[in-house]
């Protein structure tokens, strides 16, 4: 697993530590541990998504860099299939 893949995970599972910390204590807005918490989950967790998107850019590098093209060809059409559904299910 590489660093950029290792470090998307940490954000990730840092971002909903915060929330637990949230649900777990039951703050809402006026509460200092919301005010603090919140935006921080937050940030984690979107900072989680455009390091796992580089992570799964430089793994596809590195197939394609080793000549494995049937992998990267199979990791690039299941992203194009998974966005085209996604796609298909917002509208």
């Given at each position: 697993?590489?660093k950029l893949r290792k470090a998307s995970i940490f954000c ?80």
């Open positions: 697993m590489g990730a599972l840092a971002g909903f530590l915060c929330l637990g910390v949230i649900f777990i204590t039951g703050a809402s807005y006026p509460h200092i541990v919301f005010r603090i918490f919140r935006p921080l989950a937050l940030l984690f967790i979107f900072l989680s998504l455009p390091l796992f998107a580089l992570s799964w850019i430089m793994s596809l590098y590195h197939e394609l860099k080793t000549r494995n093209y049937s992998v990267a060809a199979v990791s690039i059409i299941s992203a194009v299939v998974g966005i085209i559904f996604t796609l298909f299910r917002l509208f």
